[in-house]
Nanobody
Framework: VQLQACGGGSVQAGGFLRLSCTAS????????MGWFRQAPGKEREVLAS????????YYADSVKGRFTISRDNAKTTVDLQMNSLEPVDTAIYYC?????????????????WGQGTQVTVSS
């Protein structure tokens, strides 16, 4: 199983980035997909998750209204559109897959992880 994330980079505050993750988990519809991040010296935190149909999504308070998660089941990808970025958003971002039976809102729900992509926001 592989989850390959891309799209990280450096941006100024107020800017935007779009992360994308391609997953080899099958069947893709059996998995809730999520995005996490880990800033230096901090614990990894869940940012957003989405069910296979896209009908239910979850956002952490820290990103609600700025970040949008979406998935393309045909391409087995999950994206994270990040707008109005702030320096506090600087972190390594990870995509992950959780079994559909789980809630997808806690780290322990996730069974497969991508390698991470760096996002740096400068002031």
């Amino acid at each position: 199983v592989q989850l390959q994330a891309c799209g990280g980079g450096s941006v100024q505050a107020g800017g935007f980035l779009r992360l994308s993750c391609t997953a080899s988990v099958r069947p893709f519809r059996n998995y809730i997909m999520g995005w996490f991040r880990q800033a230096p010296g901090k614990e990894r935190e869940v940012l957003a998750s989405i069910t296979w149909s896209g009908g239910r999504s979850y956002y952490a308070d820290s990103v609600k209204g700025r970040f949008t998660i979406s998935r393309d089941n045909a391409k087995t990808t999950v994206d994270l559109q990040m707008n109005s970025l702030e320096p506090v958003d600087t972190a390594i971002y990870y995509c992950a897959a959780a079994y559909a039976a789980g809630g997808g809102r806690t780290e322990s729900d996730y069974v497969y992880w991508g390698q991470g992509t760096q996002v740096t926001v400068s002031s």
